[in-house]
């Protein structure tokens, strides 16, 4: 029991060899592209949601920040698709492993500080001291916001890995105890059905949520910095 | 930005009285204060306040750095001072 728990976190291998890539890059074969100015109503569809997006997360950039809108609307299609398929029974996510989410995390934090520091650096260097701090206070509040900033991207990926391996995980164990209790008790195992059907609708929200949360993240510390 | 007429959660004809609404423009009024060098203007310091103090955006910087410099300072000194004490003879 104990094993088949984190069993499904394990990254797959087929002999020998790692499946790892293969399932991170499949989720780019399901958003087709077109050299068509007139498209099929799926890509219109995509083409419409793609700019819904767009629109609401970048109209708070200015035209430096809007550079980042293709890295931004990628990540949110990756982190969105990937946690979906990860909801299909038997699947492998990759946003379960802190390793992927840490390399999406760091680098994009890093990028967005990096662009503040270069492009302006007192009010970049001005951020870690909040505005009509008491005196006595300083030192302790600028460590206090050094240690804040670069916890940014650990939070960031151990958001992501958390919210997405524990529904998982919930979803494995309400499964096994449905299975569990159908020889003992029919209607408890159908309240513990229920309960798990509304689970897998949470998790659908999750899924979407914690793409959105990341991106928007990602989004607000570019805000910071350009 | 109309903010009056900006929230879909304002009844018709409570606007002004919406608590949303005035949330978010006490929210922009803030920013508007807080945001940078145009707003240094404001403050007329003196003295070695005027180089560090937690209102403008060069006084906030001179604090940071002021403190990056004061334990970057405490660390070598802890660290040189460790160099220099000789150790413990046997008797």
Redesign the interface.
């Given at each position: 029991m104990n094993e088949n728990l984190f069993a499904s976190f394990i990254t797959p291998m087929m002999f020998g060899l790692p499946l790892v890539t293969l399932i991170v890059l499949f989720p780019s074969l399901l958003f087709p592209t077109s050299n068509r100015l007139v498209n099929n109503r799926l890509i219109s569809l995509q083409q419409w949601m793609l700019q819904l997006v767009s629109k609401q997360m970048m109209s708070i950039h200015n035209t430096k920040g809007q550079t980042w809108a293709l890295m931004l609307m990628s990540l949110i299609l990756f982190i969105g698709s990937t946690n979906l398929l990860g909801l299909l029974p038997h699947s492998f996510t990759p946003t379960t492993q802190l390793s992927m989410n840490l390399g999406m995390a760091i680098p994009l934090w890093a990028g967005a500080v990096i662009t503040g520091f270069r492009n302006k650096t007192t009010a970049s260097l001005a951020h870690f001291l909040p505005q009509g701090t008491p005196t006595p206070l300083i030192p302790m509040l600028v460590i206090i916001e050094t240690i804040s900033l670069f916890i940014q991207p650990v939070a960031l990926a151990v958001r992501l890995t958390a919210n997405i391996t524990a529904g998982h995980l919930l979803i494995h164990l309400i499964g096994g105890a449905t299975l569990a209790l159908m020889s003992i008790n029919t209607t408890t195992a159908l309240i513990t059905f229920i309960i798990l059907i509304l689970l897998t609708v949470l998790e659908f929200a999750v899924a979407m949520i914690q793409a959105y949360v990341f991106t928007l993240l990602v989004s607000l510390y570019l805000h910071d910095n350009t | 930005m109309d903010l009056d007429h900006a929230s879909p959660l304002c009844g018709a004809g409570m606007e002004s009285d919406c608590l949303l609404v005035r949330a978010h423009r006490e929210a922009f009024a803030l920013i508007e204060i807080?945001a940078?060098p145009e707003a240094d203007a404001q403050f007329h310091f003196t003295g070695i306040k005027k180089y560090f103090n937690?209102?403008t955006?060069?006084g906030?910087?001179n604090?940071?750095?002021a403190?990056?410099g004061?334990?970057a300072l405490i660390v070598l000194y802890f660290k040189l001072r460790s160099k220099k004490t000789p150790a413990v003879k046997a008797t």
């Amino acid at each position: 029991m104990n094993e088949n728990l984190f069993a499904s976190f394990i990254t797959p291998m087929m002999f020998g060899l790692p499946l790892v890539t293969l399932i991170v890059l499949f989720p780019s074969l399901l958003f087709p592209t077109s050299n068509r100015l007139v498209n099929n109503r799926l890509i219109s569809l995509q083409q419409w949601m793609l700019q819904l997006v767009s629109k609401q997360m970048m109209s708070i950039h200015n035209t430096k920040g809007q550079t980042w809108a293709l890295m931004l609307m990628s990540l949110i299609l990756f982190i969105g698709s990937t946690n979906l398929l990860g909801l299909l029974p038997h699947s492998f996510t990759p946003t379960t492993q802190l390793s992927m989410n840490l390399g999406m995390a760091i680098p994009l934090w890093a990028g967005a500080v990096i662009t503040g520091f270069r492009n302006k650096t007192t009010a970049s260097l001005a951020h870690f001291l909040p505005q009509g701090t008491p005196t006595p206070l300083i030192p302790m509040l600028v460590i206090i916001e050094t240690i804040s900033l670069f916890i940014q991207p650990v939070a960031l990926a151990v958001r992501l890995t958390a919210n997405i391996t524990a529904g998982h995980l919930l979803i494995h164990l309400i499964g096994g105890a449905t299975l569990a209790l159908m020889s003992i008790n029919t209607t408890t195992a159908l309240i513990t059905f229920i309960i798990l059907i509304l689970l897998t609708v949470l998790e659908f929200a999750v899924a979407m949520i914690q793409a959105y949360v990341f991106t928007l993240l990602v989004s607000l510390y570019l805000h910071d910095n350009t | 930005m109309d903010l009056d007429h900006a929230s879909p959660l304002c009844g018709a004809g409570m606007e002004s009285d919406c608590l949303l609404v005035r949330a978010h423009r006490e929210a922009f009024a803030l920013i508007e204060i807080m945001a940078g060098p145009e707003a240094d203007a404001q403050f007329h310091f003196t003295g070695i306040k005027k180089y560090f103090n937690s209102y403008t955006l060069t006084g906030r910087m001179n604090c940071v750095l002021a403190t990056y410099g004061s334990i970057a300072l405490i660390v070598l000194y802890f660290k040189l001072r460790s160099k220099k004490t000789p150790a413990v003879k046997a008797t």
